[in-house]
């Protein structure tokens, strides 16, 4: 019923910027869906990066991308970015958009109702 297609994956250098797009679509699709970004490296579990409320706009991060990473979205677009910053090798990984229950549950992997097919980033040293 919601369908999640994301885009602007690909190789840079370390110190690098990046700007994923995740756009929904779907008859059911309401700005009351949390969204959030995940990501998975080869050899490890996927693990949470940056959830936000569509209702409110509070956001959250995982420790790791802090500060380096932003979340953000476009109703209009129902479309969900993350703009990566000072990008590491180690943020190498497919990364996936999700949309949830809501934005606490989303950071714990929880409450995740649909799965976009993910978008290789690749950081170079």
């Known amino acids: 019923q919601v369908q999640l297609v ?7 250098q370390a110190g690098d910027s990046l700007k994923l797009a995740c756009a929904a679509s779907g008859r059911t699709f309401s700005n009351y869906y949390a969204m959030g970004w995940f ?3 080869p050899g ?3 693990e949470f990066v940056a959830a936000i409320a569509w ?3 509070a956001t959250s991060y995982a420790d790791s991308v802090k ?16 703009q990566m910053n000072s990008l590491k090798p180690e943020d190498t990984a ?23 097919k993910g978008t ?3 950081i170079s040293s």
Do not use: P
């Open 6 to 12: 994301e885009s602007g994956g690909g190789l840079v």
């Open 39 to 41: 990501r998975q490296a």
């Open 44 to 46: 490890k579990e996927r």
């Open 55 to 57: 209702s409110g706009g």
């Open 67 to 82: 500060g380096r990473f932003t979340i953000s979205r476009d109703n209009a677009k129902n479309t969900v970015y993350l």
């Open 94 to 116: 497919v990364y996936y958009c999700a949309a949830g229950a809501s934005r606490s549950d989303l950071a714990y992997l929880r409450g995740v109702i649909y799965w976009g």
């Open 120 to 122: 290789l980033v690749t």
